[in-house]
C-alpha cells in the first residue's frame, strides 16, 4: 500500500509529520487555514505539489467547519472576500514556492467567477471553492500514477536490454511525500515494481538536506520495494560496479523547472548523475507532470538558482542512538564541519537538455526531435484542469 502523506475527506485533514520522519509516524490534524500555513512553514509538509494541496484543502476544511456551524455568509462577495484574504495568508508560508501562489490565483479565480454567477450565494462560492481544491488532489494523483505508467513503459521499451528485470536510480524524494500521493520519478518506480519488472531501486541521500536517506528510504521500506541507499559520491562506482550485474538500466529524476529548450532544474546532485549516465550508457529521464515545463523559460539559463543556509551543510540532526535502539525522545544537532569554514550551498542545478533522454509526463515521454530538440506543443494540445498545482522539486 502506498504512503499516504495527505489524508483528506470533506471537512477533515490530516497530514503527515515529515520532521519526524523516517523514525516515527505522527499524522497532524489540519482544521484551518491558520493550521495549514504553520504546518507549511515549520516544514511538517514539504515538497512543492504536497505544499500548493495542503493549503488549499486546509482553507476548504475551515470552510466547511464554518459553514457546519451556521456561521458562513450569505453574501457572495463576502465569502469571496474571506477566501481571498485566507489565500494571500497561505502563500505567505513559503513566498518563493511559485506553485502555492499559483495555485492560489487560479483557485482565487475560481472563486471570482462563482460570485458572479447568477444567484450566487455564500454557499455556492464556498462549495466551488471546496470542489475545486478537492479536484487538485485527485488530479495530482491521477496524473502522477500516468507518469509512473509512461516511464515503466519507456524503461522496459528502451533501456531493459532485453532483460526481464531493470534496477533504477533515483534522486531526492518524489514520491507521496513530495506531492497529493503516489509521485513522479518515484511513481515510474512504483510503476515498474508493480509489474514485476524491478530488481531494485537505489536511492541517494541527497546532502545536505537528506531528502533521499531520510524520505524516499523511507517511502521505499513502506512499499517494501527492494531498494539500497548509497551516498551521493558513490554514484559513479555504482554504475561502472554494479551497472551490469544489477542491470542499472535507468536514472529518473524529478524536477523544479524544465525550460523550454529542455534544460532542467532539480535537486543539486542531478546534473552530475545525468553525466554520469552519459558516460556510462544509461538512460537519463526527467519525471513531471506538464505544470513543471515553463516555455516562457527559454532556457536554464534563465533559471535563478536558490542559496540555503549553510548550516545545512555544516550541522545534522538525529535522534541518539542507546545500545541497539533509538531514543526518539532525545534529538540532537551536531556539527559536522570546521567551525568558521565558508559554505557554498545551491538548493539546485541545472541539467543541459543535451544530457536528458527524455520527459515524462502525464501525456506521455517527450524525446528530442531529429534537430535534437525538445518540442513540448504536442503535449500542452491536451485538455486537463484548471487548478492543478505546479508539481516542481524543492525542500
Known amino acids: 500500500m502506498v504512503l499516504e502523506a495527505i489524508k483528506y475527506s470533506r471537512g477533515e485533514l490530516d497530514i503527515l509529520d515529515q520532521l519526524q520522519l523516517p523514525h516515527t509516524e505522527v499524522y497532524d490534524e489540519v482544521k484551518s487555514a491558520q493550521d495549514a500555513w504553520h504546518a507549511i512553514k515549520e516544514m511538517r509538509t514539504r515538497g512543492a505539489p504536497a505544499i500548493a494541496i495542503v493549503a488549499a484543502l486546509g482553507l476548504a476544511v475551515e470552510l466547511e467547519l464554518i459553514a457546519g456551524k ?4 450569505n453574501i457572495a462577495e463576502e465569502v469571496e472576500l474571506f477566501i481571498k484574504e485566507k489565500l494571500e495568508y497561505l502563500v505567505t508560508s513559503r513566498p518563493t514556492a511559485v506553485n502555492l501562489a499559483d495555485a492560489a490565483r487560479k483557485l482565487q479565480k475560481i472563486v471570482q467567477d462563482a460570485a458572479k454567477a447568477q444567484n450566487a450565494s455564500g454557499t455556492s462560492v464556498k462549495d466551488a471553492y471546496v470542489k475545486a481544491a478537492e479536484q487538485m488532489l485527485v488530479d495530482d494523483v491521477s496524473d502522477n500514477k500516468a507518469i509512473g505508467e509512461h516511464g515503466a513503459d519507456w524503461i522496459l521499451k528502451n533501456a531493459a536490454g ?18 497529493a500521493g503516489y509521485g513522479t520519478a ?4 512504483r510503476s515498474v515494481h508493480a509489474r514485476g519488472s524491478l530488481k531494485r531501486a537505489f536511492c541517494s541521500e ?10 524516499t528510504a523511507f517511502e521505499l521500506v513502506h512499499d517494501k520495494i527492494p531498494a539500497t541507499l548509497v551516498t551521493d559520491s558513490m554514484a559513479a562506482a555504482l554504475l561502472r560496479l554494479k551497472g551490469p550485474t544489477e542491470n542499472i538500466a535507468a536514472i529518473v529524476v524529478g524536477a523544479d523547472r524544465v525550460a523550454a529548450n529542455g534544460d532542467t532544474a532539480n535537486k543539486i546532485g542531478t546534473y552530475s548523475l545525468a553525466i554520469l549516465a552519459k558516460h556510462h550508457g544509461v538512460k537519463f529521464l526527467v519525471a513531471a507532470p506538464r505544470t513543471t515545463i515553463d516555455l516562457e523559460t527559454k532556457s536554464g539559463a534563465d533559471i535563478v538558482i536558490e542559496e540555503r543556509a ?5 550541522m545534522i540532526k538525529g535522534p541518539c542512538v542507546k545500545g541497539a535502539s533509538l531514543d526518539l525522545k532525545q534529538i540532537e544537532t551536531v556539527s ?3 567551525n568558521g569554514i565558508d559554505v557554498w550551498n545551491p538548493a539546485f542545478d541545472v541539467t543541459p537538455a543535451e544530457l536528458i533522454d527524455g520527459v515524462v509526463t502525464e501525456k506521455g515521454v517527450v524525446e528530442k526531435g531529429s534537430d535534437g530538440v525538445f518540442h513540448f506543443e504536442d503535449i500542452f494540445a491536451a485538455s486537463g484542469s484548471e487548478v492543478k498545482p505546479t508539481t516542481v522539486g524543492g525542500l
Open 162 to 179: 532485453g532483460k526481464d528485470q531493470v534496477s533504477i536510480l533515483t534522486h531526492c524524494n518524489t514520491g507521496s511525500l513530495a506531492t
Open 186 to 189: 518515484l511513481g515510474v518506480i
Open 70 to 73: 451556521n456561521e458562513l455568509s
Open 336 to 338: 559536522i564541519a570546521a
Open 310 to 314: 549553510g548550516k545545512e551543510m555544516t
Open 206 to 215: 541527497t546532502r545536505p538536506y537528506n531528502q533521499g536517506s531520510r524520505l
